[in-house]
């Protein structure tokens, strides 16, 4: 699963995200190691607030709901500290 967060730069939230034991990637799988933008986001036309938030989420057999459960609230509280942190995000709100 490949998601975008606006606001939220994607090496940002993967390193977060792995201090609570959660894996995840940026960009696409065949891109990987790159800081550019996944070619396919780019042809998508995403917004540039949204396509360095992109993170890859992978979910195969051994992955649990409890596993589910936790990485979904762990990035609740971690897409919300990083944009605190965030002035565009923080300019964004006060309009």
């Known amino acids: 699963m490949n ?30 190691g790159s800081l550019k933008p996944s070619h396919v986001a ?8 949204f396509i360095h938030g992109t993170t890859r989420f992978t979910v195969g057999r051994m992955t649990t ?3 589910i459960d936790y990485t979904v609230e762990k990035l609740k509280e971690v897409v919300t500290r990083l944009r605190a942190m965030s002035p565009l995000y923080n300019d964004r709100r006060k309009k």
Do not use: N, Q, R
């Open 65 to 67: 709901i409890e596993d």
């Open 42 to 49: 780019e042809a998508l036309k995403i917004d540039e607030e």
């Open 3 to 32: 998601i975008s967060i606006g606001f939220v730069e994607g090496e940002a939230l993967l390193m977060s995200l792995d201090m609570e034991g959660i894996c995840v990637s940026t960009g696409s799988a065949c891109s990987s």
